[in-house]
């Protein structure tokens, strides 16, 4: 029997496709916006495979991440404009220690962020380009968000 690669559509209009690379533990916090989470992850270019940014010190394997750190990870809170729309629904949909590949195929939902800042330096127009987001959540830690 063959193995099948079992792609979801993140958006659900064919335009962010996940690819699960290495499974972890389910999380039920997913929706959670009063939640600080710890990540990190890699931007390629899809139709190059040239590596447009990385999160953590580049390695030459394309999914390998290091060890938790918490003074290196990225983090942030999925309510906060830090990082963009894309990047963000897809840490919703990265399960705690797991590796996914997410296929951009429109850039539609890369509108701000750093993420977005940092693509805009490899290719001041995104019509037409492809991405490769590689994300590992190492995990989300519970804050209670005081607005006055």
């Not at 990385?54 to 938790?68: A, L, M, Q, V």
């Not at 705690?96 to 890369?110: A, G, H, M, Q, S």
């Amino acid at each position: 029997m063959k193995n099948v690669i079992k792609l979801e559509d993140v958006f659900k209009d064919k335009l962010v496709l996940k690819r699960r690379i290495k499974k972890g533990e389910y999380r039920t916090d997913k929706d959670n916006k009063c939640l600080e989470v710890y990540f990190h992850y890699k931007i390629f270019d899809m139709k190059t495979g040239k590596l447009i940014y990385s999160s953590c010190p580049p390695t030459s394997k394309t999914y390998e991440f290091p060890e938790f750190n918490l003074e290196s990870c990225c983090k942030t809170h999925l309510d906060e404009p830090q990082y963009s729309r894309l990047l963000k629904k897809c840490i919703r949909q990265t399960d705690k220690n797991e590796i996914n590949e997410f296929r951009v195929y429109d850039c539609k939902y890369l509108k701000y962020g750093a993420d977005y800042q940092e693509v805009l330096k490899y290719s001041p127009s995104l019509e037409g380009l492809q991405l490769k987001y590689i994300l590992i959540v190492y995990g989300v830690d519970e804050v209670l968000l005081i607005r006055i």
